[in-house]
């Protein structure tokens, strides 16, 4: 069986206590690899690898940085299929969408940030009578990254692309649940002789692992996505060390159909909002709320899409629904299930475990299930379940559909669809969510700020906020003029 191995100072290491954790493949519920069960020997000893790089990269022009990260999203891209296939076998997702979506995102991550490298530019500022202030950026440090299960690839490099562009170090942590890519990004960076030391990846638990990271004394910043729960413990492991920290967590995304919507266009889209990835996306769409005047209509066109849709082997290129990507995940998803029906909640479509054959018998499937019936204020609206699970609520008026949408106390993103401009900029300006698309969903350009309000996170990840929180702002004020 084989044995994923940390990536410390250009060099693979077992963990020191030599213990491991087993590693299933969702799609048949059998292990199929382990990965290290590293702890805080293993963090400091990454950290010592990482401060010993810290001096060399950090002091590198830009261009070399752009040139090492380019080479690592060449090589990405280069083993693209296998990657892919990697990431379907370990996560659950279709290889269709690890083709389409996390691993070409992944190599984009790390040619944009390489790019970003080059163009990022501190401010000065004139003041009268004075001279000027200008401010410095440097890097931070030794970084930590932690990252979750659900796009694994994807949001691992999201973090440690900026952070070495920025000019830091990293001790990196992918999810237990998803290690694999990150190992094969370790196998590709010793292939392409990136710098020993700069980048440093250690497997392990959350709460052994991670924490060790959190907590480590010398680790300046802490960038993590992951659950809102796990987000209240980093701030008491890292917060109270006053760490820089970019948190980015759980959501429960409002979908707001307006009557004069698209039609058409709006169901394509809201299918793949509520189901694309088993609904693990964090930008999912999980309360649709729809106007009274079309909600008949909707109901009946969307189940019967929906009730359509095949859950099948994630490793066949027709498949669109995969596995959801552990027992335990998906025994909370059938939990949350059951109390939507106490609740009250009339399940329209979906509702149960998918049992299939041979090999996938013991696999974690889930129909795609609608639930109606539920008004905003029950557990199932409130609380963040992360499958293919949705609600459907009706609003009469504007500012009903307003008020449910805000009706959590997340605030991650949103998605509203209308052909009315005036309206669309205005509920846009009245949803509390850090992001918000118009006819559109996961539309994203890398430039643009991302991150979320109330109980979703702290902090924005993409272009230059990145840039920008994983380096330190000096301000030097030069007198000349008095
Ligand atoms: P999780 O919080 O359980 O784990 C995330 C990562 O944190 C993993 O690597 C885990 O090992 C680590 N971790 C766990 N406990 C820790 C601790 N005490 N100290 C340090 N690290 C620790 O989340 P998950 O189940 O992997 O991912 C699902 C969650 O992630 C959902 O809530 C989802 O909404 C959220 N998410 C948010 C975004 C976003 O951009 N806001 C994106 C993707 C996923």
Request: net charge negative; proline share 11%.
């Given at each position: 069986m084989e044995r994923i191995l940390n990536y410390i100072d250009g060099k693979w290491c077992e963990p020191s206590e030599g213990k491991w954790i087993d590693n299933y493949q969702p799609a048949t519920g059998k292990v199929y690899s382990q990965i290290p069960d590293s702890g805080a020997d293993d963090v400091e000893k990454a950290y010592q690898a990482a401060r010993g790089a810290f001096k060399s990269w950090a002091g590198s022009k830009s261009n070399i940085r752009f040139k090492w990260l380019l080479k690592l999203s060449q090589a990405i891209e280069k083993n693209l299929e296998a990657y892919a296939a990697a990431e379907s076998k370990d996560n659950g997702k279709p290889v269709s969408l690890a083709t389409a979506v996390d691993i070409p995102r992944a190599v984009s991550n790390f040619e944009f940030f390489a790019a970003a490298a080059t163009q990022f530019a501190s401010e000065s500022h004139y003041t009268e009578g004075l001279g000027i202030n200008y401010t410095t950026r440097r890097p931070i440090g030794v970084v930590g990254c932690i990252s979750p299960w659900n796009l694994p690839l994807y949001l691992f490099s999201w973090k440690i692309a900026p952070a070495l562009a920025a000019g830091n170090t990293v001790v990196a942590k992918p999810s237990e649940i998803t290690p694999m890519t990150a190992y094969l990004l370790s196998k590709s960076a010793m292939e392409i002789g990136f710098?020993?030391?700069?980048l440093n990846i250690v497997h392990g638990l959350g709460a052994r692992a991670g924490d060790a990271i959190c907590r480590h004394?010398?680790?300046?910043?802490i960038s993590f996505t992951g659950g809102t729960e796990t987000g209240k413990r980093i701030v008491e492991s890292a917060g109270t060390q006053f760490k820089k920290l970019s948190l980015e967590l759980g959501g429960k995304n409002p979908n707001v159909i307006f009557a004069d919507c698209d039609f058409d266009d709006m169901l394509k889209v809201t299918l793949r909002s509520s189901f694309a990835n088993q609904g693990q996306i964090?930008?999912?769409?999980?309360r649709i709320l729809v106007e009274e005047s079309i909600a008949e209509k909707f109901i009946a066109a969307f189940t019967e899409k929906v009730s359509k849709m095949k859950v099948g082997d994630?490793?066949?290129?027709?498949?669109k629904m995969g596995a959801v990507v552990s027992k335990p995940h998906m025994e909370k998803i059938l939990s949350y299930i059951d109390l939507a029906k106490e609740e009250g909640?009339?399940?329209?479509?979906g509702g149960h475990q998918v049992k299939l054959e041979g090999?996938?018998?013991?696999g974690y499937y889930i129909a795609p299930t609608v639930i109606t019936g539920?008004?905003?204020?029950c557990r199932t609206n409130q609380?963040?379940?992360?499958?293919?699970v949705v609600t459907i609520d009706t609003f009469k008026t504007e500012a009903e559909a307003i008020e449910k949408a805000n009706a959590t106390t997340y605030g991650l993103a949103s998605t509203i669809w209308t052909a009315n401009l005036k309206r669309a900029h205005r509920v846009a300006g009245e949803i509390e969510a850090g992001i918000v698309w118009v006819n559109c969903?996961?539309?994203?350009?890398?430039?643009t700020p991302f991150g979320g309000i109330k109980s979703s996170g702290v902090g924005r990840e993409g272009g230059f906020e990145a840039m920008k929180f994983f380096t330190e702002p000096k301000n030097i004020c030069i007198n000349y003029e008095s």
């Open positions: 710098p020993a030391g700069v004394p010398k680790i300046k910043a964090c930008l999912c769409g999980s994630p490793a066949k290129p027709e498949t909640g009339k399940v329209k479509c090999d996938l018998a013991e539920l008004d905003q204020t609380e963040e379940i992360f499958g293919p969903w996961l539309e994203r350009d890398l430039r």
